[in-house]
């Protein structure tokens, strides 16, 4: 194999290497039937101001039925769209414990912020991968610098069995099981 061969076929055995490094999260990143705080729930909740309930996640979508205050609905699950990345950055070389794995960090490195979980806890895109770790836990080790901007559609059936989706969902209460 001539010289310049070689070479091209080094540059590309690091690509993904150096490609890892630096990737960022498919943005807007949909996180299917995530409850974005400590103790989220779906189950029955109770209208407490009316509200109005589409056919999809969009206004334009035609409104499925319309929600009245004093009414229950059962929260059947919902999606947390990130419409921006929060980030955060490693202040030194540690090691984080996160649902998956320890992850070491080098000094700079960038962790994206993609769903807040309660509790500090967030759902984090680093080098390609996903996975929860508590930010205010390694705070000696990570800095946050912002937090992600995102949506919550919640899907919620009525007692006439009327399916519609909103994200309105502070018109809810009964949402949180710890309160």
């Known amino acids: 194999m001539n010289l310049r061969a070689q070479i091209l076929l080094l540059l590309l055995l690091q ?3 150096c490609l890892g490094q630096n990737l960022k999260p498919p943005i807007p990143y949909f996180d ?12 029955r909740w ?3 101001a009316d509200t109005i309930l589409y056919r999809q996640r969009s206004p334009t979508s035609g409104v499925a039925f ?17 419409l921006k990345p929060g980030q ?23 962790l994206y912020l993609l769903t807040y979980e309660g509790e500090d806890v967030f759902k984090i ?17 990570i800095k946050l610098l ?4 995102a949506v919550w559609w919640v899907k919620v059936k009525n007692s006439r069995g009327q399916v519609g989706w909103t994200k309105q969902n502070q018109n809810f209460g009964d949402i ?3 309160g």
């Open 125 to 141: 895109w680093y080098r390609g991968k996903i996975f929860e770790a508590n930010t205010y836990m390694n705070q000696k080790d």
């Open 46 to 48: 109770t209208v407490e």
């Open 32 to 43: 299917y039937g995530a409850c974005p705080f400590e103790c989220c729930t779906y189950r």
């Open 88 to 110: 955060a950055v490693a202040k030194s070389t540690s090691t984080t414990n996160t649902s998956a794995r320890n992850v070491r960090l080098r000094p700079g490195d960038t």
């Open 15 to 17: 690509a993904p290497l």
């Open 146 to 149: 912002d937090r992600p901007q």
């Open 66 to 82: 319309r929600a009245k205050k004093g009414e229950h609905v059962a929260g059947l699950t919902g999606v947390v769209i990130t």
């Open 176 to 178: 949180d099981a710890c």
